[in-house]
């Protein structure tokens, strides 16, 4: 059985919205759960609150490129006819 690529692709597209959101979701739960974590000062000088919300600004371009290059190895070639 074979499944139509616009599905498959919107289902790697949900998959790669899923991973975001988790990610959103630990943002959201660590600034209410523990809002002092969000002061610590991993490395760089900045604090967590900052590291996490580049890694939310960064995240989206990086699942991105992941998604096109999902869809690439699942296209198919289109065939091409030559005009007489």
């Known amino acids: 059985m074979t499944i139509d690529p616009q599905v498959r692709d919107a289902r790697r597209g949900l998959v790669l919205f899923a991973c975001y959101l988790a990610l959103y979701a630990g943002f ?5 759960a523990a809002p002092a974590a969000m002061a610590w000062r ?20 990086v699942l991105a490129a992941i998604y096109l290059l999902w869809l690439r190895r699942g296209a198919r070639p289109v065939e091409t006819t030559s005009a007489p």
């Open 42 to 61: 991993p490395f760089g000088g900045a604090n967590l609150a900052v590291w996490y919300g580049m890694a939310l600004i960064v995240a989206p371009l």
């Open 28 to 32: 959201v739960v660590v600034a209410v």
